[in-house]
């Protein structure tokens, strides 16, 4: 059984950074490409960055680059969003989601598995 488990969200102000945990379980972490997405009211859930399977550089979309980062521990089953420098668009549910293979998708359809989602409120 597949679980991933997110962590580290919270209300901060405009510039300040967060770390987000994502624990994963259950299956062979390294086979899997992960993705971290977000979702706020209304929207449909977005791709924030993704790494593949092998340690190629990350995907990100265009509004995080050079503040986000995705650092992924095999060794223990981990994978972590840095986010730095955030502002109040960054807001929404942060998800981690799994997919099997050595690629990633950018789109939620991509992916098998995900995890219940963590807030992440950025007050101006």
């Known amino acids: 059984q597949v679980q991933l488990v997110e962590s580290g969200g919270g209300l901060v102000q405009a510039g300040d950074s967060l770390r987000l945990s994502c624990s994963a379980s259950?299956?062979?972490?390294?086979?899997?490409?992960m993705a971290w997405f977000r979702q706020v009211p209304g929207k449909e859930r977005e791709i924030v960055g993704a790494?593949?399977?092998?340690?190629?550089?990350?995907y990100f979309i265009d509004s995080v680059k050079g503040r986000f980062a995705i650092v992924r521990d095999n060794a223990k089953n981990m994978v972590y969003l840095q986010m730095n420098d955030l502002n109040p668009e960054d807001s929404g549910v942060y998800y981690c989601?799994?997919?099997?293979?050595?690629?990633?998708?950018?789109?939620?359809?991509?992916?098998?598995?995900w995890g219940q989602g963590t807030q992440v409120s950025v007050s101006s």
């Open positions: 259950g299956w062979t972490f390294s086979e899997y490409a």
């Open positions: 790494v593949k399977r092998r340690p190629d550089p990350p």
């Open positions: 989601a799994v997919r099997r293979g050595i690629g990633y998708s950018v789109i939620p359809q991509g992916y098998e598995y």
